[in-house]
């Protein structure tokens, strides 16, 4: 399990300018900083470090329908979770079961990241435990 603090979830207009959002991202890895976008049909989610807000505010601060800060990113790596029936529904019921919201839910292959409010992170971090 690794634990990263100070993130920040900016729900951006889909209008905005894709090569803007890739330039940033960009600058953000290369520094080794998190870096996350989702394309949904109107919006784009962008998931960064605190320290790097300016960069999207700066350029995005008109396209801004909302921001969510005081979160953190918890990333569990599971080999073989991919092919585990269930696995997802568990980790959500967890969750639930602890009256903890989710703020956002992604994977990649063998990764889980799940983005919560960073008031909960003790309190995960004992469920998870397992």
């Keep these: 399990m690794e634990i990263k603090n100070n993130v920040v979830i900016y729900t951006l207009d889909k209008n905005i300018y894709p090569e ?3 330039e940033i991202e960009k600058n953000v890895k290369k520094e080794k900083d998190l870096f996350f976008s989702i394309e949904g049909t109107k919006t784009i989610t962008v998931i960064i470090q605190q320290k790097n807000i300016k960069l999207i505010e700066g350029r995005f601060k008109n396209n801004i329908f909302k921001k969510r ?11 073989g979770i991919e092919n585990t029936p269930g696995a997802i529904y568990h980790l959500a019921g967890l ?3 602890n009256e903890i919201n989710i703020e956002e839910f992604m994977s990649c292959h ?11 992170i003790a309190k995960a971090i004992s469920f998870l435990k397992f």
């Design 20 to 22: 803007s959002l890739v």
């Design 95 to 97: 969750f639930f079961e």
């Design 69 to 79: 800060m005081n979160l953190s990113l918890i990333t569990l790596s599971n080999p």
């Design 110 to 120: 063998d990764d889980t990241l799940i983005v919560i409010e960073s008031r909960n």
